[in-house]
């Protein structure tokens, strides 16, 4: 590795960021983490359209919420500024002089349609598209003459010829691409704006950034990327092109798939701690399967661990690390998190009582209302699974339980006196005593729940039954 390492994460912010993108932000995260480096926040907001400051700042929310701090960039500040693309088109325009005078680049003045036919006539032949060149060898006159003409025209990056780009991929190892089939590129557009090759290039140089793992829909971006940094002598970082997320069916992730924006996923109520140990897995294999913090992940992360194979996104094994991470947290803890879902029905000094029995039966704050529901309420609703257990028990069953109650409600003693008195046993005695106590057939453990319930609101439980009629 170089030193000192920095890696960076430089989205576009033109929409809330999602799994894909976050991810891509956790990998460079650790990678920096890990080694001590700098972890650089990079805004690429050269779509002028479609970027918005709202999604720039909600960006920098979700990576610290996830606890992804940068130490350099946009927000933080730094030396080598400015952070943001949109404030660095003269750097950009500077350095382009560089590419003029070494006559890298030369405008051209083909339109959409020349460049179309000319695509079109290469896919007939099997041929890869590129630029033609056209343009490559106009006379200083000819130029001049047809920028009088007023006639729009764009910016080529000269390829080399008959070369080839080669490089080392973090992840997917040894490349090359023959320059003959990028052809010349187009660096700044009719419009004198600068296309994404060349001002990411260029920031990742000035920037001193080392190492750029990002998805793989840019490795065919990279030889173009190292060309124009050839071209400029500056330093190329390590790229590593991560496998795409792709959803159960093995399409590339979406929102019908079900994938959740960051925001999304925080307001459900996951913990940063639970998404970041999901991410940190989807597509980097980790030997370890406890939920890890920050710096642990980071320790034993490695770009050689990152899988080629497109990753699988599975909400099932994200819940999976929810509840590793809910089982780590304190109970007060706990209880703050469910107290605004609860407070309707959970008195302020049964709180912590309350949130120890039902913990281990919630993923998210709102699961907690049931539970709240099925201590607290006065007519309590039954689940279908609970009216089918009652109405196939004996009724007598609950009026010698709704006398074996005692004010003392420990609920091993009073279901020992149950069974013996009735003679139901196993399932056939708990289920049922559960179904009428709670409206459930599962849930928190009963031993817990009975002392919050309390004697009066049991006892008209298991009366309801008797007296076939709703509790009010
Ligand atoms: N703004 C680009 C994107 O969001 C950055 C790509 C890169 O990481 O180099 O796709």
Redesign the pocket.
């Known amino acids: 590795m170089t030193f000192p390492l920095k890696s960076r994460f430089?989205?576009?912010p033109t929409g809330l960021i999602h799994f894909g993108?976050v991810r891509?932000a956790l990998f460079n995260a650790l990678l920096s983490r890990k080694f001590g480096g700098t972890f650089l926040l990079r805004i690429?907001d050269t779509d002028a359209a479609r970027s918005r400051e709202e999604y720039t700042l909600a960006l920098q929310e979700d990576l610290r919420w996830l606890g992804l701090l940068w130490q350099e960039g946009d927000g933080v500040g730094g030396d080598l500024g400015p952070y943001r693309q949109s404030g660095r088109v003269s750097i950009y325009e500077e350095h382009l002089k560089t590419l003029e005078a070494q006559d890298r680049v030369y405008p051209c003045f083909c339109s959409a349609i020349e460049l179309e036919v000319s695509r079109k006539i290469q896919a007939q032949s099997g041929q890869p598209p590129r630029y033609g060149g056209k343009c490559a060898h106009l006379k200083p006159d000819e130029i001049e003459n047809k920028k009088n003409q007023g006639l729009p025209y764009t910016l080529r990056f000269r390829m080399p010829k008959k070369e080839s780009v080669e490089f080392f991929d973090l992840v997917r190892g040894r490349q090359s691409f023959p320059t003959d089939e990028i052809g010349d590129f187009i660096i700044r557009r009719s419009d004198g704006t600068f296309a994404?090759f060349y001002v990411?290039a260029l920031d990742d140089a000035l920037m001193q950034v080392t190492h750029?793992l990002?998805?793989e829909d840019?490795l065919t971006n990279t030889p173009r990327q190292i060309a124009i940094l050839n071209a400029f002598g500056l330093p190329i970082p390590q790229y590593g092109h991560i496998s795409l997320i792709v959803d159960g069916m093995g399409a590339p992730l979406s929102k019908r798939s079900g994938s959740l924006s960051v925001q999304e996923l925080r307001e459900i109520g996951y913990f940063p701690i639970a998404v970041d140990n999901y991410l940190a897995r989807l597509g980097h294999n980790y030997a370890e399967n406890s939920l890890m913090d920050l710096d642990a992940l980071a320790a034993s992360f490695s770009p050689d661990n990152l899988g080629r194979a497109p990753a699988r996104y599975d909400r099932t094994q994200l819940d999976h690390w929810q509840a590793l991470a809910l089982q780590k947290t304190d109970a007060a803890i706990i209880a703050q998190w469910i107290a605004p879902q609860v407070s309707s029905w959970v008195p302020e000094a049964d709180l912590m009582n309350f949130t120890e029995a039902v913990r281990d039966n919630l993923l998210f704050p709102h699961d907690a209302r049931i539970w709240a529901e099925a201590v607290y309420s006065a007519t309590l609703p039954l689940s279908p699974d609970a009216i089918a257990m009652i109405e196939e028990t004996p009724v007598d069953f609950f009026r010698e339980a709704s006398t074996l109650l005692t004010p003392e409600l420990d609920f091993k003693a009073f279901a020992q006196r149950v069974r013996e008195k009735t003679g139901a046993q196993g399932k056939k005695l708990f289920m049922p005593l559960r179904a009428a106590l709670t409206g459930q057939t599962h849930g928190p453990e009963m031993p817990r729940v009975l002392p919050l319930i309390g004697y009066e609101r049991a006892r008209h439980r298991l009366l309801a039954h008797v007296l076939n009629e709703d509790i009010d």
């Open positions: 430089a989205p576009s993108n891509t690429e994404f990411n750029v990002r998805g840019h």
